[in-house]
């Protein structure tokens, strides 16, 4: 199905004749690492037409397999899709793809861009007008849930930007999760991204930090998870991690260094802001810490080895 051309004025941008709504549309997906492989997976078998993309070439010819189609380069993965997708690591990835390499450029005017990476609302928002600029519908889409929500399409999107353009998206995050966040504005999406991961991170890190102290005391790990984690003290995701902690078996569903870069982005929102985020400052140097011992790409709960220790 072609994409209309329309000018490029922002005033215009808001195109009538955009034509992504329908069941199946054509997808170009950019970032295939832990979550994005997933994602594209699950779109490609709800019958999309998905044309992939990663800077490291092998981890789309991996998703041959499942209906995806591996694109020649980035600009050409692009070029025709009537949504892209990123799902990248940072702002600096993101901008290098979506600027430096000509992402934005490559696309039909018209179609839609929908960025699920991590970043901060400053840079989603600039990219968010970058786009408007070009004539391109833009939703800023990170999402809650890691590995297993991904392959299970079970993610929570949280989203920024126009409703019309959530309803034209709507069969794509219906393919790969299973709630839809309306959070406002564009840039709304990636402010309750971090929001949610400031409260992830110190949590993960508490806990541990609860367990080295029961330790301390002569209680068991087993006494404490099954006191503590059934009650409504414990956030759920800490009984996902149970079992990881107990095997201190750190593969990763969430790597641990994009836990750490959330929180310095969060710590430098807030601080742009004239907030100073005082726990989220001590969580900081327990990650960074975690970073230097070589758990960088191990799960968020790989900070069990730091802070439980005291
Ligand atoms: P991963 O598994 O670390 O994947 C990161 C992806 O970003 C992967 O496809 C990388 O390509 C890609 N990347 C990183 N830097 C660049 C640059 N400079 N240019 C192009 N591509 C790049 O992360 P997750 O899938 O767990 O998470 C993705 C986001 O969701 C992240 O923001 C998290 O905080 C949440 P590579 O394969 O290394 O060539």
Redesign the pocket.
């Known amino acids: 199905m072609p994409t209309q051309r329309f000018p490029v004025s922002p005033k215009h941008s808001r195109n009538t004749n955009f034509q992504t709504r329908g069941k199946f549309m054509k997808v170009a997906f ?8 997933r994602m594209a997976t699950n779109l490609a078998k709800a019958g999309h037409s998905v044309c992939v993309w ?3 070439p092998e ?1 789309s010819a991996s998703l041959v397999s499942v209906g995806c189609v591996p694109a020649a380069s980035l600009t050409k993965a692009v070029k025709d899709a009537q949504v892209v997708i990123t ?4 702002p ?3 901008r ?2 979506a600027l430096g ?1 000509g992402m934005v450029d490559a696309m039909e005017w018209g179609s839609m861009w929908i960025d ?4 901060d609302p400053a840079t989603s928002r600039q990219l968010a007008a970058n786009a408007t600029n070009r004539g391109l519908h833009f939703l800023d889409a ?2 809650s849930g ?2 297993g929500a ?1 392959a299970n399409a079970k993610l929570v999107f949280f989203v920024g930007g126009a409703s019309e353009d959530i309803e034209t998206a709507r069969p794509l995050f219906e393919a790969m999760g299973s709630r839809i966040v309306h959070a406002g504005p564009q840039g709304s999406g990636a402010s309750l ?1 971090l929001v949610n ?1 400031l409260f992830l991170a110190q949590a993960q890190a508490a806990w541990s930090e609860a367990l080295g102290l029961a330790e301390l005391f002569g209680l068991s790990h087993q006494t404490v998870n099954d006191a503590i984690l059934p009650t409504h003290v414990a956030p759920a995701f800490l009984g996902f991690k149970r079992s990881k902690i107990e095997a201190r078996e750190w593969s ?1 569903e ?2 641990l ?3 750490l ?2 929180i310095r982005l969060a710590l430098t929102a807030a601080k742009n802001a004239g907030m100073d985020l005082q726990q989220l400052t001590a969580a900081e140097s327990l990650y960074a810490q975690a970073l230097s011992r070589g758990f960088g ?1 191990s799960d968020i709960s790989a900070i069990h080895e730091i802070a439980s220790r005291g």
């Open positions: 950019i970032g295939l690492g832990i979550m994005g492989s990663n800077r490291t981890k799902m990248l690591s940072d600096q990835a993101l290098d793809v390499q699920c990476s991590t970043i990170p999402v890691s590995s991904a991204k991961n990763p969430f790597p260094k994009h836990a870069k959330d790409d």
